[in-house]
């Protein structure tokens, strides 16, 4: 079982997990998060971490390339392979992506080799990449970023966490107006001993979601706070008895918000929490029989409904799983398996109306080789597209 204290000092982010990850199960090749793909050497080829449509023809999906950033534009009938230039004298990869319009994205990631000592934002102005690296909390030894949202352009707000020489994890919010990322400071719970922040989602009506989860001396504890551009307000959490970690988000108002995420323990149980404005509550996903290690990465909500994207591990197969969720329960619903011999996860969701676009990455079970993968929901099947 991994204890609140390794797994805040896990220094990958905490968004992007696996069930080799959390169960301390042996990795493979398509079970590979951020932090993983900058530290791999050949022969890793792609693997995806997050995308964002702005409508069903265009989505921009990020993620890593042979330990180098990975990006992708989607147009309505294929994809295309962007460029993206990194600080100078950097290495990095990109995690996170929020498009605000077709003219504006900006994707989040770490720098360097592992663990990440600083992270990146690069944004997306419809031609090219440019890249900028973010305030770094003082006295921060690893310091990386999960997640991002924008609600407009040079309007957005990333979380992760920070760790510094001696101590538990630290949450982190940044926040971009105009041209310059700001830190921000957001009180903890009495009695944390440290935190992290893995989703976020933002609304034009002043309103982001945050979630993680913070420390104490025996457990961890989900954590949610709302931001309105001014300050953070605590939002009430679901009490849970096992380990959780807060992986993905997403809200349509300031009144309904999902969130997805695993219990950690002997073993991987994805999980979901639901807002309706006063308090989040567990909504629990009835996974298939036989079901060994299950993880839920992402999720998009879009047309009253929402869909979530993760790995599902039984005793003969390990590959993606999706669900959809109605406002009431949760279905799984039939991404397709990956070929004989092979594992896949998927890692992001985009919704814009009924169709969403899902990414992650896969290969062989038996050694690094991995593949960017996309999944295309029309709201009744999935269709995988192959990436260039």
């Known amino acids: 079982m991994l204890t609140a204290a390794l797994w805040a000092g896990v220094p990958a982010t905490a968004a992007r997990a696996t069930v080799a990850r959390v169960t301390g199960a042996p990795a493979t090749a398509a079970r590979v998060t951020a932090a993983e793909a900058t530290a791999a050497a050949p022969p890793l080829s792609e693997a995806l971490f997050g995308v964002s449509c702005v409508t069903a023809k265009y989505c921009v999906a990020v993620g890593a390339a042979q330990g180098g950033p990975l990006a992708l534009i989607w147009n309505g009938v294929k ?74 352009a040079r309007d957005c707000v990333a979380v992760g966490q920070y760790n510094l020489a001696k101590g538990d994890a630290k949450a982190v919010v940044e926040t971009l107006t105009g041209t310059r990322w700001l830190l921000r400071h957001m009180p903890l719970p009495a009695g944390a001993g440290g935190a992290l922040l893995g989703a976020v989602s933002c609304l034009p009506t002043a309103f982001c979601a945050l979630g993680g989860q913070y420390f104490t001396s025996t457990r961890a504890i989900p954590l949610f706070e709302s931001w309105n551009g001014k300050a953070f307000t605590r939002m009430k959490a679901a009490a849970t008895a096992a380990f959780p970690s807060i992986s993905g988000g997403s809200c349509v108002s300031a009144k309904s918000c999902v969130a997805v995420g695993v219990f950690i323990g002997g073993t991987a149980t994805g999980f979901t929490e639901v807002w309706n404005g006063r308090a989040w509550s567990v909504v629990i996903v009835r996974w298939p029989k036989g079901t060994r290690d ?95």
């Open 294 to 388: 299950s993880i839920l990465n992402g999720v998009s909500c879009a047309a009253g409904k929402c869909v979530a994207a993760g790995e599902l591990v039984t005793t003969t197969t390990d590959q993606a799983a999706t669900l959809s969720y109605n406002g009431k329960a949760w279905a799984m619903t039939n991404f397709p398996a990956p070929a004989k011999g092979d594992v896949s996860l998927l890692s992001g969701v985009s919704c814009t109306g009924t169709a969403c676009v899902a990414d992650g990455n896969s290969g062989s079970a038996s050694g690094p080789q991995s593949a960017a993968l996309t999944g295309f929901w029309n709201g009744k099947s999935w269709k995988v597209v192959s990436a260039p």
């Open 79 to 152: 994809w295309r392979k962007v460029a993206v230039k990194l600080p100078a004298g950097s290495a990095g990869v990109l995690d996170s992506v929020s498009c605000a319009s077709t003219t504006y994205c900006v994707a989040v990631g770490p720098l360097g080799k592992v663990p990440p000592t600083r992270p990146f934002a690069a944004t997306w102005n419809g031609r090219v990449w440019t890249s900028a690296v973010l305030p770094k909390p003082a006295g921060a030894v690893v310091f990386s970023v999960a997640a991002v949202s924008c609600v407009k």
